[in-house]
């Protein structure tokens, strides 16, 4: 049985974690949630509050029914926001103040059905009409009524259709390639990239340095092969589900753990391989020893096999 084999009989006879949380309050249904409070079913959601029904949703307060929800406010109904309030029904939209039906809006208050547009306000289906006749406009739509819904929609796709876009979306970047990535540096063929740096083939990642073929991952560094990373995970490699690790390499449900090498369902040890505890230079030689064996055998690389059946998991 070489070492790949033994990693994933641990992995098996390991009690596992029903769920991926980590440091929250009253938030118990939320999945690869770290620092939230009273957030309820979103999935991948860090330091949020008052938040429910929604997937990345990152520092934001009060949203439910929105994803890629960033720093945003009040917001129903949305994908794509950064630094948005009371906006409902839109998509992409930046720095936005009470915007509805909105798409690829930009620093924009009070619009409704627009597309497209940059710093502008009272607008409806991206024609001015001032402040007074807004309101009115406002206070006239219902938002339970099916049928104003439909034709708001279907006005605002129209426009969206003749209106330009952009081949990638990008803000603050510099030398950055891929889509949706946001105050980034040095990144290649990454997506869904925020405030990231030197890093490549990454999805979902956030606050990530000098790491590559990673997968949610929020406050990382130097990581390659991983899957869900965050505060402050250093230096891992082929591991999923770590937080505050360094140092560790083919493990799984690690938390608070350093130096750590096959192991499964550890918090806050060092010099661990396969749950045996070594001493450090013990743990040393071994490691060297097993990494030396995995070279020959031509398994060190390769990223740990999923045991989850797919009905079990979040894809679903």
């Known amino acids: 049985m070489n070492f790949l084999q033994q990693v994933e009989e641990l992995r098996r006879i390991t009690p596992r974690l029903y769920n991926i949380n980590v440091g929250c309050e009253n938030s118990d249904y939320c999945t690869h949630a770290d620092k939230d409070k009273n957030c309820y079913l979103v999935f991948a959601a ?4 008052d938040c429910m029904y929604g997937g990345i949703v990152l ?12 720093s945003s406010e009040l917001c129903y109904e949305c994908a794509d926001l950064d630094h948005a309030y009371n906006c409902m029904y839109s998509q992409e939209v930046k720095n936005c103040t009470d915007c509805f039906f909105c798409y690829n809006c930009v620093g924009c208050k009070n619009c409704f059905g627009c597309a497209g547009l940059r710093q502008k306000e009272y607008c409806v289906y991206n024609e001015y009409v001032g402040k007074e006749k807004f309101q009115e406009f406002i206070k006239n739509f219902s938002f339970k009524n099916p049928a104003q819904m439909d034709e708001a929609t279907r006005k605002m796709r129209e426009l969206d259709l003749k209106t330009p876009r ?23 063929s990454c997506f869904d990239t925020y405030d990231s740096e030197d890093c490549m083939y990454m999805i979902d990642c956030w606050h990530t340095k000098d790491s590559c073929d990673v997968i949610f991952s929020d406050g990382s ?8 990373f965050g505060l402050g995970t250093y230096n891992c490699n082929f591991s999923n589900y770590l937080r505050s690790c360094v140092n560790c390499e083919y493990s799984e449900l690690l938390f608070n753990c350093k130096d750590c090498f096959g192991c499964v369902g550890l918090q806050g040890k060092q010099y661990y391989i396969l749950n045996q505890p070594y001493t450090r230079d013990e743990y040393v030689k071994k490691v060297a020893e097993i990494k030396a064996q ?7 690389g390769q990223h740990l096999p999923t045991t989850y059946r797919i009905e079990d998991t979040a894809a679903v």
């Not at 995995?294 to 060190?300: C, P």
């Open 46 to 49: 860090n330091f949020s509050e």
């Open 294 to 300: 995995m070279r020959l055998d031509g398994t060190y």
């Open 221 to 228: 560094e130097l990581c390659y092969e991983c899957f869900s």
């Open 166 to 188: 952009k081949y990638m979306h990008e803000i603050s970047t510099e030398r950055c390639y891929g889509d949706y990535i946001l105050n980034s540096k040095n990144c290649f």
């Open 59 to 70: 520092s934001s307060k009060d949203c439910v029914d929105c994803a890629y929800c960033i």
